[in-house]
């Protein structure tokens, strides 16, 4: 009986940290997963607006917008358009800060995805337009002055200890990097 009982401890003993590895492999899937989703609204906006321009104009005029002016200005513009638009539209700008063109967006997402280790949409955003970063956390971000469009996003960092420990990666990649 004894034996039986020590046998069944090292059986457990030895399959818990299998286990912790196959939870926080599926966490890194996730994660992977919900910026994967993002990144690929992004593109698909951008995608959109550059051909709504060309629509309008062809492709003449594409050489008078910056690349920033045809990525989406915030993520809620991925889930609800209408946050960003003026009289139902999306104005497209040239260098000069003129309308050129008119976008009509449509939702891209259906709600901003969770980084799971934070449980809690908090995400770093990087715009088209400069090096600054802005720290989205689920609320209103105001993108820095001269920031226009998102074209990245890549998970927070531990300064504040909301990933709870979770920084590096099962393969030693550091999560912010990815």
């Given at each position: 009986?004894?034996?039986?009982?020590?046998l069944i401890g090292i059986v457990?003993?030895?399959t818990m940290p299998?286990?912790?590895v196959m939870f926080i492999k599926g966490k890194e899937t996730e994660l992977e997963?919900?910026?994967n989703r993002v990144r690929q609204?992004?593109?698909?906006?951008?995608?959109?607006c550059y051909n709504a321009v060309i629509k309008q104009h062809g492709y003449i005029d594409m050489h008078k917008i910056p690349d920033a002016n045809l990525y989406p200005p915030s993520l809620f513009a991925l889930v609800k358009p209408e946050s960003v638009l003026t009289d139902g539209k999306f104005p497209v700008y040239d260098a000069d800060n003129i309308k050129i063109a008119d976008f009509y967006p449509r939702a891209y997402l259906h709600e901003i995805p969770v980084d799971p280790f934070v449980g809690a949409?908090?995400?770093?955003?990087?715009?088209?337009s400069?090096?600054?970063?802005?720290t989205f956390t689920g609320g209103t971000v105001t993108a820095p002055e001269n920031h226009v469009g998102i074209f990245d996003i890549s998970c927070v960092d531990?300064?504040?200890?909301r990933r709870r420990g979770f920084i590096q990666a099962i393969d030693g990649t550091n999560y912010v990097d990815w």
């Open positions: 009986m004894l034996f039986t009982v020590a457990v003993g030895a299998v286990a912790e997963e919900n910026l609204s992004i593109s698909l906006w951008k995608r959109d949409a908090a995400w770093i955003l990087h715009y088209a400069g090096t600054n970063t802005v531990n300064t504040d200890d």
